[in-house]
């Protein structure tokens, strides 16, 4: 298994941190992501053939207060799992996309 991998960042939702367009690799993690992380990962049965995002919780912590409402009855991130959020207010998170099953993690930008 290669240990990187190469993604073309695809839309503004990382805005300002990524541009559209813009050219990175992925370091392919051997640990669950931490907190800050800006991640690559799938999201199933999803148009787009992966995502990037920074990760805002891990497992075991409690749930954000703005994510909370869209996933009733979670107090925490459950095992496994992470909440991402885009650098870009304005771009789909969480609450769109649901927890991210740390299975579906295709890699870590580094320096972000």
């Known amino acids: 298994m290669a240990w990187w991998i190469r993604v073309t960042v695809r839309g503004h939702s990382m805005s ?51 994510l909370a409402p869209a996933l009733p009855g979670l107090s925490h991130v459950p095992p496994g799992h992470v909440a991402v959020v885009g650098d870009n207010p304005r771009s789909q998170d969480s609450r769109q996309l649901g927890l991210v099953d740390c299975r579906d993690v295709l890699g870590r930008v580094p320096g972000t």
């Not at 992380?37 to 954000?64: Q, T, W, Y």
């Open 16 to 66: 300002p941190t990524l541009h559209d367009g813009q050219r990175l690799v992925a370091r392919r993690l051997r640990r669950h992501p931490r907190r800050g992380d800006v991640i690559v990962f799938r999201v199933p049965d999803d148009e787009l053939p992966h995502r990037i995002k920074r990760v805002a919780a891990v497992a075991g912590d409690p749930l954000p207060d703005w």
